[in-house]
């Protein structure tokens, strides 16, 4: 379903984010490592941790001394940089000062971790998981990396500075590092104790109250666990998560998690298989879940295995405005707090727009050339960046 | 659920009374003296010794003539077909009852025990291919006792 | 190795049968039945539904089955039946018990100078000494007010007319906040009054103090002054007054009003209604008359029926709704109670529709001469003589005494609707309540007898008419009626949104 529309630049006149780029790493990178980008020349006394991108390579090389890396756009022959660097990076415009970013030796690959300016801030926990969602974003991969990137992670929240205001855990599903997950929300706790935590999750684990109710003695401040529930039917919700039992262990999860005062909020993504019973599920999480903090109903990111699965998923937004509209005022009337992301307001219907969310990571946020006129394009979220390769066929701009 | 009504036999005594006839091997005692007892709001119930191990239900309707606050009172035929009615449901209560009872005492013990004490232990496993394969501490926290190469 | 989709039937498992789980049926009319699960969750669905469902009849494929199923109505071996969670779900339907007694009604005299007809206190005009709670004995009944495990207790002030024990309630208000203080409780004080004796003094003790004022407005003066007669026949024009006095000096939220009912009120309840509105109240209770003490006396005056009663309150509901749709907040408090059974996943604590009933379990009463009484309906029995429910005295019994004793206990024998003759199986079990100190006035034993019972016939009434509402499923109804439940207005509901 290729579009006619070509997407545009967000309005603001950036080019589009990127979050990787790679480069030849020479022989002084021997192992990741973790910096904070600096693209003007730092005095000695500070270069610890600060690594240096620059289009050209300095005349002296003992210039780069004291740095922790050293990223280049520029081929370098057979010049031996004294700290660990990457050349003939393929970008480096996206990378601010202040950014941190992790460099890898094997294959030179450069990948931002964290930018101070963004509001969608991420740990990654892993790529493991324990459900294979038809429609998941972050596909898992079955290779032990949890200890690797826990020490990367408890790198990185040291040297984030300033403290930012929310930073997301997630995954792959961040509670298969069990005892490392602990140790990551405890780091989290003591050294950025005022910045918002919100972990996604499948929640299965929270089944098992022992690992609830340590989880609930970290007592982080300001803790909440984003968890999916996909309908009110077990066999249906385990279809679209394809693991077994996965329901019952979620639905016992969220009922131990509320009993240690743990906050929760519900995550469905909408697609075919999930619209249909809408309103029903809505109905359970009221009388099932009613202490959730907030409901989030989410577009479909057409990524991930989402394409390959995309048969079975998809139905145009706004063929199913009716059921949306009924599931958001069941829960609404009754108090629950809800909310819509990633859909656009040309396909909601109106009732529905003050519960819209601009919910899209900037990173991955466009508008279509479409959008340019429409007279809501500010309020409005936009499409995630590969929407141009399938969205709604009723886009239209707004006057 | 057709054969109540070949197991119901009534007839109107008069144009107040009726007796009924009930087959033991479709009707529980207990639907029987349920539906007796409802049937006691708009009628006098008799339940007298039996002859032939069907069960009798002699009712007579405690409202003959309208009254102001009840012009319409109800007919035998009307009260007949409400009494029946009300023997088939409460035979299936029973049945819901024989098949439910001790799964809803279990529920009352679990909502008012003590915290945990009649808990179940979640159904199936929580593991990913990579745990599956080498188990990790992540076990050992959810299961303090048991060894993690279980 | 490489991960692989499977199609949905993988995780259907195989079809080996179903399980019930309780619940209870009733049938709606001749098209429909109403199955009701033990949290109160319903299904609407067509007659012979549950007998094909109880028979094993009913087929996987059905939309039904699924909602069965996530509704906690059955049980299969494709998952867990999360016994945990629906268990979870009955401690909070039954939450409503925790603390135990939680309303504690003071009365503090029983001298009045109205002469309502339906009132539930002999008039008794003089005689200040006899009639007037000691301070001893209000000492002695807030201490017994303190023994209740509950964090939070309702004081309620009563009569007769207390505030014609004024001097009296200014000793008992401080009293009682201190005690409150040391047993680490918190508590609302409420003074249920006439209002024609308050003086703006008075009035500005109460609001300094936090005491809520709850008064009567049985409707326009022609229904309010004939109900209650009075020298001079001037309550109507006395309550407006005071009401409009009271709302100034406490603010218009901690003034409420009750009317009661009588065979005048059942003739004209859109002109009831009406006069709440035009009073600018939101909210207004329906409530029958009670067939104790005064009333059963001048049985003349106040001969009721419960048809014309269950018509008035029909009239009344959908006169209500209208009003709610033309943009005026205004909830009818008994369907807000029942709604709130019905829809939500809470039970609720009002003490003339729970199971186990009110009576001392969240009620109790101190008479002026120091009886503890289970409910103030047990108080009206006694001044007829008859002292079943008198629990004991807060001069001679502690709070063990009073809930070990044989009153007391044998009143629970009759308490929970669960184990009632026609309630046990009644599908409408869970939104209703048991009150057996009704059956034992209107009845003769604290069973009482369902076919025939009042209590029964009007709840099942009303229950079956809000279904009828909400079963119409018209949004606009459904919107007005969980504003009731929220306690916000129906422009609250339709707005929300994100601040």
């Given at each position: 379903m290729d579009s006619k529309f070509k997407s545009s630049s967000n309005f603001r006149g950036r080019t589009r984010l990127r979050l990787t780029t790679s480069g030849l790493p020479n022989s002084a990178l021997q192992k990741s490592i973790i910096g904070k980008v600096t693209t003007d020349p730092l005095p000695i006394a500070e270069r610890t941790l600060r690594i240096l991108v620059s289009e050209r390579v300095p005349e002296k090389l003992s210039e780069l001394n004291g740095y922790g890396g050293f990223l280049t756009r520029t081929k370098l022959a057979t010049q031996a940089i004294p700290v660990p660097s990457v050349s003939s990076v393929s970008e480096i415009d996206h990378l601010r000062t202040n950014d941190i970013v992790v460099i890898e030796p094997n294959n030179g690959f450069i990948r931002t971790l964290y930018r101070p300016d963004s509001d969608h801030n991420v740990i990654f926990a892993t790529e493991r998981c324990n459900s294979n969602c038809l429609m998941c974003s972050q596909p898992p991969q079955d290779r032990d990396d949890i200890e690797a990137l826990t020490e990367r992670n408890l790198q990185l929240i040291e040297i984030i500075d300033p403290p930012p205001k929310r930073l997301v855990i997630t995954g792959g599903e961040p509670t298969l590092l069990g005892k490392h997950l602990f140790k990551i929300i405890t780091a989290l706790r003591d050294i950025m104790p005022e910045t918002y935590v919100h972990m996604l999750t499948n929640g299965r684990i929270f089944a098992w109250r022992a690992f609830t109710a340590e989880f609930a003695k970290l007592r982080h401040p300001d803790f909440m666990l984003g968890i999916p529930v996909y309908s009110n039917d077990a066999a249906t919700h385990?279809?679209?998560?394809?693991?077994?039992?996965?329901?019952?262990?979620?639905?016992?999860?969220?009922?131990?998690?509320?009993?240690y005062g743990l906050r929760v909020e519900v995550r469905v993504v909408l697609h075919?298989?999930?619209?249909?019973?809408?309103?029903?599920?809505?109905?359970?999480?009221?009388?099932?879940?009613?202490?959730?903090?907030?409901?989030?109903?989410?577009?479909?990111?057409?990524?991930?295995?989402?394409?390959?699965n995309m048969g079975a998923l998809w139905i145009d937004p706004y063929d199913y405005q009716s059921q949306l509209e009924s599931a958001v005022e069941l829960l609404s009337t009754r108090g629950m707090n809800v909310s819509i992301y990633n859909h656009q307001l040309c396909v909601l219907r109106r009732s529905l727009w003050k519960f819209a969310r601009k919910s899209i990571s900037d990173w991955k946020n466009i508008y279509l050339s479409d959008c340019l006129p429409c007279r809501v394009k500010e309020q409005c979220g936009g499409f995630f960046k590969w929407a141009t390769k399938l969205h709604s066929s009723h886009i239209c701009a707004l006057s | 659920?057709?054969?109540?009504?070949?197991?119901?036999?009534?007839?109107?005594?008069?144009?107040?009374?009726?007796?009924?006839?009930?087959?033991?091997?479709?009707?529980?005692?207990?639907?029987?003296?349920?539906?007796?007892?409802?049937?006691?709001?708009?009628?006098?119930?008799?339940?007298?010794?039996?002859?032939?191990?069907?069960?009798?239900?002699?009712?007579?309707?405690?409202?003959?003539?309208?009254?102001l606050s009840d012009p319409k009172p109800i007919s035998i035929q009307e009260f007949l077909k409400e009494f029946c009615n009300s023997l088939m449901d409460f035979e299936?209560?029973?049945?819901?009852?024989?098949?439910?009872?001790?799964?809803?005492?279990?529920?009352l013990a679990k909502a008012f025990s003590e915290s945990g004490v009649l808990e179940d232990e979640p159904p199936g496993t929580f593991v990913d291919p990579v745990e599956l394969q080498k188990p990790t501490s992540l076990v050992q926290i959810i299961a303090p006792s048991r060894p993690s190469n279980q | 190795m490489a991960r692989v989709f499977y199609p949905a039937e993988n995780y259907v498992g195989t079809d080996t049968g179903y399980q019930l789980l309780p619940f209870r049926f009733i049938r709606l009319d001749d098209a429909n039945e109403l199955l009701v699960n033990e949290v109160g969750e319903y299904i609407l669905a067509p007659t012979g539904t549950v007998a094909s469902f109880v028979g094993k009849?009913?087929?996987?494929s059905s939309p039904l089955y699924s909602v069965l199923k996530s509704k906690h109505f059955l049980a299969d071996s494709s998952s867990s039946p999360l016994l945990d969670i629906l268990a979870t779900k009955f401690r909070t339907k039954f939450d409503f018990i925790h603390g135990f007694t939680k309303l504690h009604i003071f009365v503090v005299t029983l001298r009045c100078d109205h002469s309502c007809h339906y009132c539930q206190v002999s008039r008794q005009t003089a005689d200040k000494a006899a009639y007037d709670m000691s301070i001893q004995t209000a000492e002695k009944s807030i201490e017994l007010m303190m023994m209740s495990p509950a964090s939070h207790v309702t004081m309620e002030l009563q009569g007769g007319e207390p505030l014609l024990a004024f001097d009296l309630i200014q000793l008992m208000v401080p009293l009682a906040k201190k005690r409150a203080t040391a047993f680490k409780k918190s508590m609302d004080i409420v003074v249920t009054t006439n209002l024609a004796n308050a003086t703006d003094d008075m009035l500005r003790y109460f609001r300094d103090e936090g005491v809520m004022v709850s008064t009567s407005l049985d409707g326009p003066a022609f229904i309010h002054n004939a109900n209650r007669p009075r020298p001079g026949n001037d309550s109507y024009e006395l309550a407006v007054q005071n009401i409009e006095r009271a709302r100034n000096i406490l603010g218009p939220q901690r003034v409420s009003a009750l009317m009661t009912t009588t065979q005048l009120s059942l003739q004209h309840p859109t002109e009831i209604i009406d006069e709440y509105v035009r009073l600018g109240f939101h909210s207004v209770f329906l409530r029958p008359i009670s067939p104790y003490g005064f009333a059963i006396k001048s049985a003349k005056k106040t001969g009721y029926r419960l048809k014309e009663f269950l018509q008035f309150y029909r009239i009344g509901l959908g006169h209500i709704l209208n009003i709610n749709r033309s943009g005026y907040s205004l909830a009818e408090v008994y369907a807000k109670i029942l709604l709130t059974k019905i829809l939500t996943p809470y039970g609720t604590g009002f003490v003339d529709l729970q199971s186990p009933a009110g009576a001392g379990i969240n009620v109790l009463v101190y008479n002026y001469d120091g009886d503890v009484y289970a409910t103030d309906e047990s108080r009206m029995l006694a001044e007829m003589g008859d002292f079943s429910f008198r629990l004991g005295n807060v001069h001679q019994h502690s709070h063990k005494d009073i809930f070990t004793g044989d009153a007391f206990v044998k009143l629970m024998a009759a308490s929970c609707n669960q184990a009632l003759a026609g309630c046990s199986d009644c599908a409408f079990q869970s939104y209703c309540g048991s009150d057996p100190i009704f059956n034992?006035?209107?009845?003769?034993?604290?069973?009482?007898?369902?076919?025939t019972s009042d209590f029964c016939r009007r709840n099942m009434t009303i229950i079956k008419e809000l279904f009828a509402q909400i079963l119409k499923h018209d949004s606009e109804t459904m919107r007005i009626f969980w504003a009731w439940i929220q306690n916000s207005s129906l422009r609250q509901i339709s707005e929300v949104g994100p601040a």
């Open positions: 385990d279809y679209v998560v394809q693991a077994k039992g996965a329901f019952d262990q979620t639905i016992l999860g969220l009922h131990q998690l509320a009993r075919a298989i999930t619209v249909p019973r809408l309103v029903e599920l809505a109905e359970y999480i009221y009388r099932n879940l009613t202490f959730v903090e907030h409901i989030a109903l989410m577009g479909l990111e057409n990524i991930g295995y989402a394409p390959r | 659920m057709n054969d109540d009504l070949e197991a119901i036999s009534s007839g109107p005594t008069s144009e107040f009374s009726a007796t009924v006839y009930l087959d033991p091997r479709i009707f529980s005692r207990e639907a029987v003296l349920k539906a007796s007892y409802w049937a006691s709001g708009a009628a006098y119930v008799r339940i007298p010794e039996s002859h032939d191990g069907r069960f009798v239900v002699e009712v007579e309707l405690k409202q003959k003539v309208p009254t299936l209560r029973r049945q819901i009852e024989a098949e439910t009872s001790k799964v809803r005492e279990l529920i | 009849q009913l087929p996987r034992h006035a209107t009845q003769g034993d604290i069973f009482g007898h369902r076919p």
